[in-house]
């Protein structure tokens, strides 16, 4: 089965510019995450869709980071405008909605870098 | 917030020796905990979970205890091999994966 796609895998941008991100779940997958991963640091929880619609934005910074997921497939995040704090790795999961704990796919993220 | 604890940041052990590390959840609605193996370059990968409902779960190699009271849980290496060295994170969930808080991981070194 394929997993969990994710472009571009590295981006380099100076700071107030605009990025975005495109990610893939793993097909028949309704819940989609994505991860902001500083280094050195563990994944942190920036929004989670199922299906097309939030269940938790309550760490995305609303006032720079938007996220959307039009078709309860693919899924796109975008900082504007970027700040140098913003320099992480930014992860996309997806898991099979249903029950108590199910096993999230993460895929290869895409390193930002913000100077 | 809620918030999970995991230590030691850093483990280095002989190949053939055993590996524990342990993690500390603040959540008292965490129902779900996965420890996830994270290569240089790529994303997290499940290597193991557990459920509330279970004290404790084995795959060979690798076991997972949990103690609720406590809000404690453990991961367990034994025998350890050099392509064991890597990133582990625990996390702490509610159902479906709601709210799921990581570690800030622990980098494992095994030396051959």
């Known amino acids: 089965e394929a997993g969990v796609a994710q472009s571009p895998r590295y981006k380099i941008i100076e700071k107030r510019q605009s990025v975005a991100f495109w990610c893939n779940p793993i097909?028949?997958?309704?819940?989609l995450y994505w991860y902001q991963q500083i280094l050195g640091q563990g994944p942190k929880l920036l929004i989670q869709f199922q299906n097309n619609g939030v269940v938790d934005d309550s760490q995305l910074p609303k006032d720079r980071f938007s996220a959307e997921r039009l078709k309860g497939v693919d899924s796109t995040l975008k900082i504007q405008p970027a700040k140098l704090e913003d320099s992480a790795v930014y992860l996309c999961a997806s898991s099979w909605a249903g029950g108590m704990g199910t096993e999230a796919f993460f895929g290869q993220g895409t390193r930002l870098t913000v100077v | 917030g809620e918030n999970v604890e995991q230590h030691p940041s850093t483990l280095s052990v002989q190949e053939g020796d055993s590996a524990v590390i342990k993690c500390t959840y603040s959540d008292s609605a965490s129902n779900y905990f996965p420890w996830y193996k994270q290569e240089l370059g790529k994303g997290p990968q499940l290597i193991i979970d557990?459920?509330?409902?279970?004290g404790e779960k084995k795959d060979q190699r690798i076991a997972v205890t949990l103690n609720k009271t406590a809000k404690h849980f453990s991961l367990h290496i034994t025998e350890t091999q050099p392509e064991d060295s890597a990133v582990y994170f625990c996390a702490a969930s509610r159902g479906g994966g709601f709210k799921t808080i990581f570690g800030a991981g622990t980098r494992l070194f095994v030396k051959a």
């Open positions: 557990i459920r509330s409902n279970v």
């Open positions: 097909s028949g997958h309704a819940t």
